[in-house]
């Protein structure tokens, strides 16, 4: 390699404005995201995120940006789905599969810096990519919000993922709070394939993953990358012997394709696409119902059909597509691209193993069994996003050390359905009067009334200035407006920058505006379902923004979020062999959207009535209700060593984050009710919904055919409301610091061949132990920290070709 290569591949990946996550890889002086390109091929530039220029840099940006390699793992992670494969590396990135949560359980959420999962924007290729048609009612994290569902997205066709721990809306627009995931797709030339399966060491939850990934060429420069991968993750159940329930990870099968590429139109001009489809089917288990006899409500069940009690199951046939098309070229000495991207999530419920007693009860009046069908059809909901984006940018060498101008616009149409399920699971058939027999038990069909369809659009217009005023000093600035139709105009604004005290030493900060626009999701759900609380079953309203219910309550209409972030941070780099980052940062978020406490006849007599009419217990709403205050550090180190024959690198991350709700804002027809409107349980739900503390440090040892990896993870305490809650005498759920450990052992036989056997979760630690009564999933603990799940072993064989 040129010793002019080599100077690029510094100043391209270098850790002093970047964070290089290859664990067990090498570190970013001698690995390159572009090693799937031969030595001599021409040096390409890499696209950043947070920044627009064409010949930017890790080192040109004063943003705190970790860049993680993926390769590796898709060729011998021990996690075989993105959402957990980046938990277990990144520290400041949080997922957790949840149990007994209904459709939190089917489709696993995400965030950074212990913000709300819709509080961090998802790009992939640089292009917004589209949330999740659900919104999350029930488990342990991300309550209230809607997110990205990453495991749509398969990690054998990904290259990398850049995570930009700030916030970036008046880059990139709404969502961008906490930050931005870039998931970087890739096209390289050539095929390659995995085969890998893990179970959990107690025998269940057996995991199946065919994976194979093919580039190949389109005429002369141009390639098209193909990924093929089939998924089938068996059930898990950690419920104590004699408990009927089922608690573990959902069942999950299905296939997933993608399509990336380029085709070059001579100079730099281009035509590139990507187009993916995920269809999934998942099945998580309800809470049981008693049998005849037990303390059970005993019209919720059957005695011809399930005399012993019985099982739920919530299946969810799940559509995920996403497909972009856009051309990039030049206009003289500017840079122009435009762009169309398309997404699309549905999920269609259907319940199995159970029945409406309601009708079963009906049969048994009419001189039958008491029989009910014991499947139904719940109906479900899909969201849709299409965006079009024109970008133009221009880099002038002649003001100061060169600025670089860049603008453009975009315009956005959202889409949400809510479409009813059959009449048998929701309908009543033999009077409201029996309580809570109506419908599927375990997740009753959405109704007539919950039906919706529901458009939006908008409009955005930005500019962003990147300026060198000297060869130390780096300025970033950045301003974005937005207009929606159903709510109104937001402005937002950004300014960054770094100063490279020496060679060694860079100090980096940034001042920004944000906002998060209400997801449709928040806005127009509407459903009547059955909660357990404290073992016992309560039927609840989620009533709509707008409909009867929240307006006799006074609810206003919801409107957007706003915040201000702030950051300081230093790079130090003293040698080639080592590198750290830290990063101190503030996020400040005003009319935040929370799903809002239990309101019904007792603590708020004015709904009673209203209720009481619809035949149910409490209603809740979405509102914007809180201002919050976020306050944390992340912290990263790297080092290389030779030792003995091979090279050990090490690497450490860290991530504190402290949310605190500062402010409670009740609507006028609700002052006096603030603890109803945010009870100290879902106000835990928002502060400690993820660990304050996450700690990853790994160790890679190489040494000729042999490669190891051995990982600690951290996860610090936490703090979960009980239902019966501290005013009843009851104390909170406290979650003590766990750390779990993952290993593994490569062979290469050669340098297309490898075979990887590992263990994750090695010394089964799991959460501390709560009163199952007073927990969300009516477990001994809650999915926190790194799950239930408990220990784990994979063998994973790959092969280029």
């Known amino acids: 390699m040129s010793k002019m290569r080599k100077a690029i591949l510094l100043a391209l990946y270098g850790a002093s404005a970047a964070t290089v996550f290859t664990p067990g890889i090498s570190s970013a002086q001698t690995a390159t995201p572009a090693a799937e390109k031969p030595a001599d091929a021409p040096i390409q530039t890499m696209t950043i995120v947070g920044s627009r220029r064409a ?16 390769s590796k793992q898709a060729e011998q992670g021990g996690q075989f789905d993105l959402a957990q494969t980046l938990a277990n590396i990144s520290p400041s990135f949080n997922s957790t599969r949840q149990t007994g949560a209904d459709g939190a359980d089917l489709i696993d959420s995400a965030s950074l810096r212990g913000l709300g999962s819709d509080q961090t924007l998802v790009l992939v290729n640089g292009k917004r990519r589209h949330t999740v048609a659900l919104v999350n009612l029930f488990g342990a994290r991300n309550r209230g919000n809607t997110g990205t569902d990453l495991n749509a997205i398969p990690v054998m066709a990904i290259s990398n993922v850049q995570v930009l721990r700030d916030g970036a809306a008046a880059q990139y627009g709404s969502d961008a709070i906490a930050g931005v995931l870039d998931i970087t797709l890739k096209k390289s030339l050539g095929c390659e394939a995995s085969f890998g399966y893990s179970q959990y060491s107690v025998g269940d939850g057996k995991n199946y993953l065919p994976t194979a990934y093919c580039g190949i060429g389109i005429g002369e420069k141009g390639v098209l990358g193909i990924t093929v991968e089939y998924t089938d993750r068996g059930r898990s159940n950690r419920a104590d012997p004699g408990n009927p329930r089922t608690i573990g990870d959902t069942k999950v099968t299905g296939p997933t394709v993608y399509l990336n590429g380029e ?6 001009d281009k035509l590139y696409f990507t187009l993916g489809t995920q269809q999934r089917k998942a099945s998580s288990a309800a809470w049981a119902r008693g049998g005849i006899g037990s303390d059970d409500i005993p019209s919720r069940n059957s005695a011809a059909m399930y005399p012993n009690g019985f099982v739920p199951y919530i299946n969810g046939d799940i559509n995920d597509i996403y497909g972009t098309l856009g051309y990039r070229w030049e206009i003289g000495e500017w840079r122009a691209d435009l762009s169309q991207t398309y997404g699309f999530n549905e999920l269609k419920y259907n319940i199995s193993n159970t029945l409406n007693a309601s009708i079963a009860n009906k049969d048994l009046l009419a001189g039958g069994k008491g029989i009910s069908p014991n499947r139904f059809d719940a109906g ?6 299409a ?57 009753p069909g959405f109704q007539p009334g919950d039906r919706t369809d529901k458009n939006r659009n908008s409009i955005a217009a930005y500019i962003d200035i990147e300026t060198d005023v000297s060869n130390r000093f780096k300025l970033q600035t ?15 604004g950004k300014l960054a920058g770094s100063y490279k005290v020496s060679d060694d030493f860079l100090m980096r900060g940034s ?16 459903s009547t379902f059955t909660d357990f609380i404290s073992g016992k079953p309560m039927d609840v309203v989620l009533a709509p923004n ?18 201000n972030n702030y950051t300081l941070g230093l790079t130090f780099k003293p040698s080639s062999t080592f590198s750290m980052t830290a990063d101190l940062y503030r996020i400040d978020i005003s009319d935040r959207i929370v799903l809002s406490g239990r309101f019904d006849a007792n603590n708020y007599p004015a709904l009673g009535a209203t209720l009481s009419a619809l035949g149910v217990g409490q209603a809740q709403f979405f509102v914007n209700s809180i201002n919050t205050k976020t306050q944390g550090l992340d912290l990263t180190a790297s080092h290389r060593t030779n030792l003995g024959a091979g090279k050990l690198s090490t690497y450490l991350g860290l991530n504190y984050s402290k949310t605190e709700v500062t402010k409670v804002q009740a609507p006028p027809s609700l002052r006096g009710y603030e603890d109803v409107l945010l009870s100290e349980r879902e106000r835990l739900f928002i502060e400690q919904g993820g660990p304050r503390m996450k700690a990853t440090l790994a160790f890679n040892y190489d040494q000729g055919p042999w490669s190891s990896e051995f990982k600690v993870i951290h996860y610090g305490s936490q703090t979960l409301g009980t239902f019966s809650g501290t005013a009843a005498g009851v104390p909170n759920a406290y979650y003590e610091p766990k750390t779990s450990a993952d290993v593994s052992l490569t062979y290469a036989f050669n340098d297309t061949t490898k075979l990887t056997i590992g263990g994750n979760n090695i010394f089964n630690v799991k959460p501390s132990n709560q009163d199952p009564n007073e927990t969300d999933n009516g477990f001994r603990y809650d999915s926190v920290q790194f799950g239930l799940g408990g220990a ?3 063998i994973k064989l790959w092969k280029k070709f």
């Not at 001042?511 to 509407?526: I, N």
Request: glycine content about 14%.
């Open 387 to 443: 965006t079009t984006n024109l970008d133009f940018s221009r880099f002038f060498d002649g003001f100061m050390n060169g600025v670089n101008v860049a603008f453009g616009a975009e315009y956005r149409r959202e889409n949400y359905k809510i479409f009813a399920g059959e009449p048998g699971s929701y309908n009543d058939v033999d009077g409201v009067g029996f309580g809570g027999n109506a419908g599927s038990q375990g997740f």
């Open 380 to 385: 479900g909901f899909s969201f849709s996003q």
């Open 478 to 492: 950045a301003v974005r407006g937005e207009r929606y139709s159903d709510f109104g105009s937001t402005l937002t």
């Open 511 to 526: 001042l920004s505006t944000g906002f998060r626009a209400p997801s449709l999701q928040q806005v127009y759900f509407s």
């Open 546 to 563: 707008g409909g009867a219910v929240a307006n006799a309550a006074g609810i206003p209409k919801l409107k957007q979020e706003t915040s």
């Open 792 to 794: 784990s072993y994979f």
């Open 263 to 268: 085709v070059p139109n001579g100079g730099n």
């Open 55 to 70: 010949n930017t840099s890790a080192t040109n940006t004063p943003l705190p940006i970790d860049f993680i390699s993926v």
